[in-house]
């Protein structure tokens, strides 16, 4: 997820820092352009921790207080773990692994090269929103020894001090992108895979949860093949970066089935639309905006729109992009 902040919401809501979860899972606010945007989940377990996602670099000062709040030591965090390469989830990777003397990154083998080398990805972002901006949004992007680096191909296991952690190849999202089986919590986190859920949109403990379609890689045969894949494992929850700890999974993930065809009918009913990407924004947004009414959320329906703008904008980006390529033609 990338974008200006242009098209933040105009408000910025009251949203917890923390919130900590059973089995050592926590949940740490990004500090990523608003308050419950984007998490990074922290795993503890026998005095040892774990991060899954980063945010960028301005989330390095909130994460090591609630390290000290935890009385855990940043020598005690012996991996961070990046579900994609996406700056909003791997963009303060770097400046953590200057903090944290003993992890190790873990990451897809697709995006090993751009955590060791980020060159190209920080000159792609800067070619967008030029450097001012980029570095107002993300910081230095620091690249990390690649001794430091573990690669997760598909069904890699990890011990994270007694505690199995399985890495499942899981695109549609990105090719880059893995989603961590917990057997503790008996729950995966699921980078952008299981979609996104702000808390905003709750309605009596029942979420509300949408597909991410953002450029360059969205797939949507692969959307549907991996979320199947993790549904398979009968997980009791799902730690979405965006935004926290989900359950009712069976729900969300027939939902999200059915709207990323919604996503994809809509885009290729206006592929052959000159301009047509403003069209593309309104129908998608008023797509989710019908679905979370009918949830029953009862927020304005200004400030829906507001809490969507960032999300419907880079939907459409992604379908574009995809329509723009081989996958969009059939």
Known sequence: MTSSLSILPPHISRFPAL?????GISAIDADYLRPGLAAIHLIVENGKAALVDTGTSSSVPGVLEVLQKKNLAPADVV????????????GGAGEFMRHLPNARLVVHPRGARHVADPARLVA??????????FKRMYGDIHPIDASRIIEAPDEFRLDFNGRPLLFLDTP??????????????????????FGLSYREFDVNGMEFVFPTTT???????????????????????????????????????????GLIDAHVSIARKLR???????????????????????????????RIR???????ELNAQGLENWLDHSEGKG
Do not use: W
């Open 215 to 257: 450029p360059v890689q969205f797939d949507p045969v692969a959307a549907h093949a991996s979320l199947d894949r993790l549904m398979s494992y009968n997980p009791s929850y799902a730690f979405l970066t965006h935004y926290g700890r989900i359950a009712h999974l069976p729900r969300h993930a027939n939902e999200l089935h």
């Open 306 to 312: 507001s809490l969507l703008k960032l999300d419907v």
């Open 19 to 23: 919130t900590d979860y059973e089995d």
């Open 272 to 302: 052959d639309v000159p301009d047509n990407h403003a069209a593309l924004v309104d129908e998608l947004g008023e797509l989710l905006l019908r679905r979370i009414i009918a949830h029953g959320c009862k927020l304005t329906e200004e």
């Open 124 to 133: 792609s972002a800067m070619s967008v929103y030029g450097e001012a901006e």
């Open 79 to 90: 991996y961070v773990l990046v579900t994609h390469i996406h700056l909003d989830h791997a």
């Open 172 to 193: 549609g999202h990105a090719r880059h992108h893995y989603c961590i089986f917990d057997e503790r919590s008996n729950s995966f986190f699921t980078g952008d895979t």
